[in-house]
């Protein structure tokens, strides 16, 4: 029991370098002891509580400027932090909760800007297959997108109709 060597360094510095990313093999052949020094230097800092150097719960708030406003990719970005470097598993499972929560909210938001980007009575016209051989005419209601008249349409009926709606359109500058 009394053959292990002492670490040169305080129990809390190697808590510290532990949680910043450096293995417990890497400790120990660094500091030249066992593995088992190691994680016992590591087991008592966490015992001794605060006198540990506890990381920070949040990215450092020194680059914060002023009193603006805390935007989205502040949050995310604190959310994160506390996934990835919290030691309680409460606050690491809370926050991926808030990150699942935050991703699913921003999608809602890019869906629904994309589905309100036209106006009601809009008319598109959309290629109906891959070559560009077909194509739809799409009229914009309430509830979504409606197929204007029958079959998909030729090229030329296509761009025949876009001209004329261009054509129409500028009618009323003569």
Known sequence: MGTERRLPVSDAEVLAENRAGASQRALAQRYDVSKGAVQKAIA??????????????????????????TSTLDIRGRLEHEALNSADGRSR??????LRLLDEREQAERTQGREHRFLHGTIVLEPADRNGERWNLLL????????????????????????????????RDV
């Open 93 to 98: 499972i809370a926050a991926l909760k808030e």
């Open 44 to 69: 008592r800092a966490k015992a001794s509580g605060p006198q540990a150097t506890p990381e920070p719960s949040a990215p450092d708030s020194s680059r914060a400027v002023g009193n603006r406003p």
């Open 140 to 171: 914009r209601q309430q509830d979504g997108w409606r197929p204007l008249g029958g079959p998909p349409l030729l090229p030329k009926q296509a761009w025949g109709l876009v001209a004329l709606a261009h054509g129409l359109a500028h009618l």
